[in-house]
């Protein structure tokens, strides 16, 4: 009897907590942000293609005993790299980055990476 009400009261009281973690964490950038197979519904000339590119060694838990055990970068280095080319398109005027596009590679040392997309502007809409 005394297990019943022990799990009837924690049953009632975990529906009173929410969650301290949210799911749905979108990041804001400076710019609208339009991947591949997105497009903006609103007309834009555009300014100029940006690119990131570089290399960082790869770490502990990627590789042990000459074996490797994952590739490139993680959700925090990739939304990094998106930042610094949101960035990029803001100081050249820009109101969206499409066709964003991220690549990488991974050598026996290092992980590589590519982000590229176009700064647009939007037109004036009358």
Same mark, same amino acid.
């Given at each position: 009897?005394?297990?019943?009400? !022990? !799990? !009837?009261?924690?049953?009632?009281?975990? $529906?009173?907590?929410?969650?301290?973690? *949210?799911?749905?964490?979108?990041?804001? *950038?400076?710019?609208?942000?339009?991947?591949?197979?997105?497009?903006?519904?609103?007309?834009?000339?555009?300014?100029?293609?940006?690119?990131?590119?570089?290399?960082?060694?790869?770490?502990?838990?990627?590789?042990?005993?000459?074996?490797?055990?994952?590739?490139?970068?993680?959700?925090?280095?990739?939304?990094?790299?998106?930042?610094?080319?949101?960035?990029? /398109?803001?100081?050249?005027?820009?109101?969206?980055?499409?066709?964003?596009? *991220?690549? *990488?590679?991974?050598?026996?040392?290092?992980? $590589?990476?590519?982000?590229? $997309?176009? /700064?647009?502007?939007?037109?004036?809409?009358?």
């Amino acid at each position: 009897m005394r297990y019943v009400l !022990l !799990l !009837l009261v924690v049953v009632s009281l975990t $529906g009173c907590f929410k969650p301290m973690v *949210y799911l749905q964490n979108k990041p804001h *950038y400076p710019v609208d942000v339009f991947y591949e197979n997105q497009r903006p519904d609103r007309p834009f000339d555009p300014l100029q293609d940006l690119e990131l590119k570089g290399e960082v060694p790869l770490t502990r838990r990627q590789s042990a005993n000459y074996r490797m055990l994952s590739r490139g970068n993680d959700v925090q280095q990739k939304e990094l790299l998106l930042s610094r080319l949101t960035v990029q /398109a803001k100081k050249i005027g820009a109101d969206a980055l499409v066709a964003v596009r *991220y690549t *990488y590679y991974t050598s026996t040392t290092d992980n $590589g990476y590519v982000m590229t $997309g176009l /700064a647009v502007k939007y037109k004036k809409e009358y």
